[in-house]
């Protein structure tokens, strides 16, 4: 059975910086490229960041490019998202959600965690 | 960046009743190397994650019921709910993953009437 748990979320104060972690099984963790989505109180589903299986290719969302850096640690079946300069904006629950093909980074998302709630305020 | 535009942005339909959710992109998602639509929908429901209901555009996911079916190509796609339930209260969302970022629409908000 495919896992995802979500975990680091928190408040943090504007400026601030905050890590997350995505603990992952179930599957073959380095076949998938993975990704991280967020839903503002409010809003809708936008998309952060997807990082390739070998964790060699990386891409965000303009907003958060140069503020938030994602990497996986395949030898932990781990995923993470270093989120700096943190802004009201960024208040979301956090989701990381797996790609539903191997070896293709666009994708549809076939699992997701929970969510791990970000709370930017002073 | 594909744009992906939903409508309406809300909806309230009687239990048993047909709901119907359109997705329109701004470009075709449409591939000719396997004629398949890189379109998905997902179903939100409060306090939940997001739920993969349908991926190329009409293929629906392991344990989805049949009365979720997708269909359309290239920009214009629907998500079609047969018979409503009272368990499909949500916000339901298109996905295009035909391009690099996959984006989202705004969601559509399915209430009971």
């Known amino acids: 059975e495919v896992q995802l748990v979500e975990s680091g979320g928190g408040v943090v104060q504007p400026g601030g910086s905050l890590r997350l972690s995505c603990a992952a099984s179930g599957f073959t963790f380095e076949d998938f490229a993975m990704h991280w989505v967020r839903r503002a109180p409010g809003r809708g589903l936008e998309w952060v960041s997807l990082i390739s299986g070998d964790g060699g290719s990386a891409y965000y969302a303009d907003s958060m490019k140069g503020r938030f850096t994602i990497s996986r640690d395949n030898s932990k079946n781990s995923l993470y998202l270093q989120m700096n300069s943190l802004r009201s904006e960024d208040t979301a629950f956090y989701y990381c959600?797996?790609?539903?093909?191997?070896?293709?980074?666009?994708?549809?998302?076939?699992?997701w965690g929970q969510g791990s709630l970000v709370t930017v305020s002073s | 960046d594909i744009v992906m535009t939903q409508s309406p942005d809300s909806l309230a339909v009687s239990l048993g009743e047909r709901a119907t959710i359109n997705c329109k992109s701004s470009q075709s998602l449409l591939t000719s190397s396997n004629n398949k639509n890189f379109l998905a929908w997902y179903q939100q429901k409060p306090g939940q994650p997001p739920k993969l209901l349908i991926y190329w555009a009409s293929t629906r996911d392991s344990g989805v019921p049949d009365r979720f079916s997708g269909s359309g190509s290239g920009t214009d796609f629907t998500l079609t709910i047969s018979s409503l339930q009272a368990e499909d209260v949500a916000v339901y969302y298109c996905q295009q993953y035909y391009a690099t970022p996959p984006t989202f629409g705004q969601g559509t908000k399915l209430e009971i009437k």
């Open positions: 959600a797996k790609g539903g093909r191997s070896g293709y980074y666009s994708n549809y998302l076939d699992y």
